[in-house]
């Protein structure tokens, strides 16, 4: 059984994890009234899922929700039985249709789950590298697409004497 102290300090958890994702919403706006781009990340049966801002955000027809398992993306943790893949279902509300699609993968199914529980869930808090290397690759395909027509210029180091 919880303690009064321990239940004081979980509901302050709480109350400042709705408040950082109030802000995180709250500048969404902005940055899709500016022709910017967002993509947010939480577990799949998060009880943010269910908050006001949220809401809103997952019914504004600029935004999409991709959905994903991570070990698709090869988040791996350990239990008893050794090393195995950590399926951590995940949302990813976001303005770029680029992202929506990359972001959307889910569980090949060839492989055994460890269950994030006993302390394993902390550290399936850091993305695995493919899915940092996915975002990448998506925002880079997102700015093609949007520059369409627009002439591409080359990045060259200041030493470089092969400038364009």
Do not use: W
């Not at 919880?2 to 408040?19: C, S, Y």
């Amino acid at each position: 059984m919880r303690t009064h102290e321990g239940k004081e300090k979980v509901e302050k958890a709480r109350e400042d994890g709705t408040r950082h994702l109030e802000f995180c919403c709250k500048i969404y706006a902005p940055q899709m009234a500016a022709g910017r781009y967002f993509i947010h990340e939480h577990p799949l049966t998060a009880t943010s899922c269910a908050t006001e801002c949220m809401t809103k955000l997952r019914e504004c027809p600029a935004a999409y929700t991709a959905e994903a398992h991570m070990c698709a993306y090869g988040m791996q943790t350990k239990d008893k039985h050794g090393p195995g893949y950590a399926k951590k279902a995940t949302k990813f509300p976001t303005n770029s249709v680029v992202s929506a699609r990359a972001l959307s993968r889910r569980c090949p199914g060839n492989h055994r789950h460890v269950h994030l529980m006993e302390g394993r869930a902390r550290a399936a808090a850091v993305g695995p590298q493919e899915l940092c290397r996915t975002i990448c690759r998506a925002t880079l395909e997102q700015a093609k697409a949007d520059a369409g027509d627009l002439m591409c210029i080359r990045c060259v180091d200041d030493n470089d004497d092969d400038h364009v």
